[in-house]
């Protein structure tokens, strides 16, 4: 074919060059949009492989970093003498599994050159044409697609696949391809909430000192105050990130075991290469009118693109994913994975974000039990563990162990079994020998068997004895009564629940300072509660799950709320109500 590659500059003979090709495709319609893509056919041209489209995060950032830095077969390696070759890897990339798409979506990355962009819409458009068009052009590739996207672009992919984009009946060679399924690797699902809480692995992983707290609560304040939810600016993304950043010595946010310098060299090196005349040639891209042929990473790609347009797509992340599993498509696959070392989207944010959502589905999900990850080795003769996962029939959330943003870089065997899970079973599988990855016998055992006042279901304690509750059953809730008034305990952790539409004032007083949490439908914990505070004298009460400095709020709820009394010196500690009269007078206080 006219874009077939035949060899690279640096490749050493030594091994197989894979069967590849590359070209631009003009995906414009009311613009020039000169897309480059480079396709690596599956290293045994199975006529059955299905093919991958590989979208590297960001709009800045080029997806042949994917083909050279993550999971392609294609490796950039230094000698001992710091000259350069090109390998390739034959039997562990992800071109051992299928056909794999790596497309520069974004004009001025990679060689893509045209017009500037100014929406991400634009760019979900020049996604969906390309993809009809190089269907039409490779009609040798007529089976299933899966779209796998990393960090920033994932938040974009749910919404190509709405009815009215991809699966539109006018993109006619589109629809002779099956849509198997989605990988969607470190995904910006909600920026504010994954910003804002990257540094619970800087103090895990000890980057930044606790002792730095009040300093980055301060930065985040300061960027909560300075934009609205319609602006992100720089100092909304960067600040607090930035922070951590230099006072762990520039660790690098993407993959915290290393200096940022390690993957700052590796990208360099890698644009040096693309910007070889020769390879530009052989890479069918000297047609660019671009001065600098090949931008690893392009900051201007992006300056154009609304604040508005990155919040929509991140906020309805999930709203567009789960509009994929309706009735004519229940369950359908989708691979949400992270690296445990990943300071920018890690698995923390993600999962504070998963329960922030309010749907069926993915309640059902976040109550599943906990598994672990085995994978085989490059050889197959060996199982390794690779990391934990959730699951509900083919919606997947897998934590890798050892691995940063870019997870197929450090663990190209276990994405490569992912990849395989998807292709072969649509959910994740247990690689190990005894079939059994479920850590729920584990959990039932740790939780005394949920001592013997509930049912064990799937790794959790339900269906409590009436006044248990808890993990384990063994938490007895006193309902609080209105008659008598006041209560006293010297236990080290005591729990009262009160009616949600209660309008009475409630009072924690004790000699030494205890401390009070709050939550409503469910007893409170240390990790998991609505409110928080510690004091001598606390105020609580029951319409807003609030702990107040003074008496009255406005709304009502029948939900119960149960607080939690933490008293770890063992003296006298009072919870009464106070009077039921309304003040006009309140100011509310929160600490959470």
């Not at 606790?210 to 609205?228: A, G, H, Q, R, T």
């Not at 047609?287 to 919040?311: E, H, M, P, Q, V």
């Not at 205890?514 to 004091?535: A, N, Q």
């Amino acid at each position: 074919m006219p874009d077939s590659v035949h060899n690279l500059e640096l490749f050493n003979p030594a091994y197989e060059f894979p069967c590849m090709y590359s070209g631009f495709i003009n995906a414009g319609s009311l613009k020039d949009v000169n897309l480059f893509y480079t396709l690596i056919r599956q290293e045994n041209l199975d006529e059955n492989a299905p093919l991958v489209l590989w979208l590297n995060g960001n709009p800045r950032l080029s997806s042949q970093t994917g083909l050279f830095l993550e999971n392609g077969p294609l490796r950039i390696v230094e000698t001992e003498g710091k000259s350069l070759e090109i390998h390739s890897l034959k039997g562990i990339s992800w071109t051992s599994e299928a056909n794999m798409l790596y497309l520069d979506y974004s004009v001025g990355t990679g060689y893509s050159y045209g017009d500037n962009l100014s929406s991400l819409k634009e760019i979900e458009g020049h996604i969906v044409k390309f993809l009809d068009v190089f269907c039409g052009k490779h009609p040798e590739i007529q089976n299933k697609i899966y779209i796998a996207s990393e960090s920033n672009i994932g938040n974009l992919i749910p919404n190509i696949l709405q009815k009215d984009s991809l699966l539109n009946e006018k993109n006619i060679n589109w629809n002779k391809i099956t849509l198997g399924g989605l990988i969607i690797g470190s995904g910006m699902m909600n920026p504010k909430e994954q910003i804002f809480n990257s540094q619970e692995l800087a103090f895990a992983a000890g980057i930044t000192p606790l002792d730095l707290s009040p300093e980055i609560d301060i930065l985040i304040k300061k960027c909560e105050e300075n934009n609205s939810n319609s602006s992100i600016s720089d100092d909304w993304w960067a600040k607090s990130n930035e922070f951590i950043y230099k006072m762990g010595g520039e660790i690098d946010n993407y993959d915290i075991r290393w200096p940022s310098s390690t993957r700052t060299h590796a990208v360099e090196q890698l644009e040096d290469y693309l910007n070889f005349p020769e390879v530009i040639k052989q890479f069918y891209a000297e047609g660019s009118t671009r001065d600098n042929k090949f931008s690893a990473w392009n900051s201007d790609a992006f300056d154009n693109i609304n604040d508005i347009d990155i919040l929509y797509y991140s906020n309805n992340f999930f709203n567009n994913l789960f509009s994929l599993s309706n009735s004519d498509r229940e369950y359908f696959p989708v691979f949400i994975y992270n690296g445990n070392m990943d300071m920018k989207f890690g698995k923390t944010q993600q999962q504070k974000i998963m329960k922030m959502i309010k749907n069926n589905y993915e309640q059902e999900f976040l109550a599943s039990p906990q598994k672990i990850y085995y994978y085989k080795s490059d050889d197959g003769s060996e199982i390794k563990l690779g990391g934990n996962y959730k699951q509900i029939g083919n919606f997947n959330f897998l934590t890798v162990y050892s691995s940063g943003h870019l997870m197929p870089a450090s663990q190209l065997a276990l994405s490569r079994n992912m990849l395989s899970d998807l292709i072969s079973s649509n959910s994740l599988q247990c690689h190990k020998e005894s079939g059994d990855c479920s850590v729920a016998e584990v959990s039932w055992e740790h939780m005394n068997y949920c001592n013997g006042r509930g049912d064990w279901v799937e790794g959790y304690c339900v269906n409590w004895k009436s006044g248990y509750y808890g993990a384990d059953c063994s938490i007895q809730v006193l309902d609080f009564n209105e008659e008598e008034g006041k209560y006293w305990s010297q236990e080290v952790w005591s729990y009262y629940k009160i009616e949600g539409n209660s309008t009475s004032e409630y009072i924690v007083d004790s000699t030494e300072a205890v401390t009070v949490y709050t939550k409503m439908g469910d007893i409170p914990t240390k990790s998991d509660y609505d409110s928080m505070e510690k004091s001598t004298d606390i105020y609580i009460t029951a319409s807003k799950n609030l702990i107040l400095n003074s008496t009255f709020t406005d709304k009502n709820t029948e939900m119960p709320i149960f607080i939690g009394i933490y008293n770890p010196s063992g003296l006298t500690v009072s919870f009464s109500s106070k009077s039921n009269q309304f003040l006009l007078w309140y100011t509310l206080m929160f600490i959470i």
